[in-house]
């Protein structure tokens, strides 16, 4: 009859109602018929409550989560001047993805080289023009979409998006194009920034 796990602090393993275990913080339980149901942790009957410890985590927001995907998907970049990376989501749905590479069936710049004009690679198709362009090739409709893309679009990408219905723009950091923060005001598309380095 005593107590057999270390630290067990009531003389019995069977008590006969139910007993309280102060080291494991469990309860031995039998049901309403005396069927026993054996130690409890206090949880499962709503005491305590303590949650899972991966529970107390803080969960990660959906900009956040869309972005870190944007990051992965600038993995695929084919230019090593800046390696961006675009995905375009509507009702936490993603319905496209870019980054910015050659036109299809053309040599990369990781491969030949870039092709310069004045101070910039004019190589690749830019991630946010891939991504619309990927859903116009297989008929997704992005109107009232939300844009994710890893550096602030240019003047031309912005124009672009802009058309095709794009009503938000989360970008990470910002490049080189102060005229779209000005415009999308204009055209009453949202411009948001997450700065990593500050959370958000
Ligand atoms: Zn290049
Ligand atoms: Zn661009």
């Given amino acids: 009859m005593s107590g057999s796990g270390a630290g067990a602090v009531l003389n019995t393993d069977?008590?006969?109602?139910?007993?309280?275990?102060?080291?494991?913080?469990?309860y031995w339980m039998r049901n309403w018929s005396g069927t026993r149901l054996g130690w409890k942790p206090m949880r499962s009957f709503g005491w305590g409550s303590s949650p899972p410890s991966s529970a107390m985590k803080k969960r990660k927001d959906w900009d956040s989560y869309f972005m870190d995907i944007a990051t992965k998907v600038a993995e695929r970049a084919t230019c090593d001047r800046k390696h961006v990376g675009a995905v375009i989501v509507r009702d936490k749905t993603i319905l496209s993805t870019g980054y910015n590479g050659s036109v299809r069936g053309l040599a990369h710049c990781d491969d030949i080289g870039h092709l310069m004009e004045s101070t910039h690679c004019v190589r690749t198709v830019h991630a946010e023009a891939n991504a619309v362009a990927q859903a116009a090739k297989n008929g997704v409709a992005i109107g009232g979409s939300v844009l994710y893309v890893t550096a602030s679009p240019c003047w031309n990408c912005f124009k672009l998006v802009a058309n095709a219905g794009v009503i938000r723009i989360v970008y990470k950091e910002f490049y080189r194009d102060s005229r779209v923060m000005e415009f999308a005001e204009e055209a009453g598309i949202q411009m948001v920034c997450i700065d990593e380095k500050n959370g958000r």
């Fill in 14 to 26: 069977d008590p006969l109602r139910g007993a309280f275990d102060s080291y494991t913080f469990r």
